[in-house]
């Protein structure tokens, strides 16, 4: 047998018959999924201190569960003491298993330790069904020793969804479970 997360299992049993009910899919094939999640991190103080971009790679491992990979920049820019080729961040692409692990250890564990959270934003998607959402402090997923952080740094997550509209993608999501902010209205 093969192993499924408990997201995944929600998403073939419930989110796909809700979804084709809900939007009138004639084929399984055309409801939207989620393809893939991006964790990226940027370290632009690393330029000052190269032990940064170690502390970083080994968090964002930690908290993926997958190696993290150094993003480099593409040209210089003297108002940063920017060279070519040096590392300002570091990222990490989630699919398949580990992305519903990450999605269901963030929805479940590590969103409910940020302090006075009411939800995230609904106004982060960018107009082609994907969606956007900041992270201020690493120290909300519990894969995070508190002891041993140099400096606070967060991070951006980004979920891609198959669909290019984003009233879809956030259906999709908040099926999934992603708690999003409730209107002032209603």
Do not use: W
Request: with cysteine.
């Amino acid at each position: 047998m093969i192993y499924q997360s408990r997201l995944q299992k929600l998403y073939k049993e419930k989110i796909v018959p809700n979804l084709m009910e809900k939007f009138g899919y004639s084929s399984i094939m055309k409801v939207p999924k989620l393809k893939k999640i991006v964790i990226h991190q940027g370290i632009g103080s690393s330029i000052l201190d190269k032990k940064i971009i170690d502390y970083s790679i080994n968090e964002i491992t930690d908290i993926t569960g997958q190696k993290a990979i150094l993003c480099y920049s593409k040209h210089d820019e003297s108002g940063f003491k920017l060279r070519k080729g040096m590392p300002i961040g570091v990222k990490v692409t989630l699919r398949r298993i580990r992305m519903y692990e990450f999605l269901e250890r963030l929805i479940v564990i590590s969103l409910p330790r940020v302090r006075d959270f009411n939800g995230v934003k609904e106004s982060s998607f960018d107009g082609h069904g994907n969606y956007n959402m900041g992270i201020i402090e690493q120290v909300i997923y519990p894969e995070i020793n508190i002891d041993k952080i140099k400096k606070n740094m967060g991070m951006n997550i980004t979920f891609v969804t198959s669909t290019k509209k984003n009233e879809e993608a956030k259906i999709l999501l908040s099926l999934f479970g992603l708690p999003f902010k409730k209107n002032k209205n209603g």
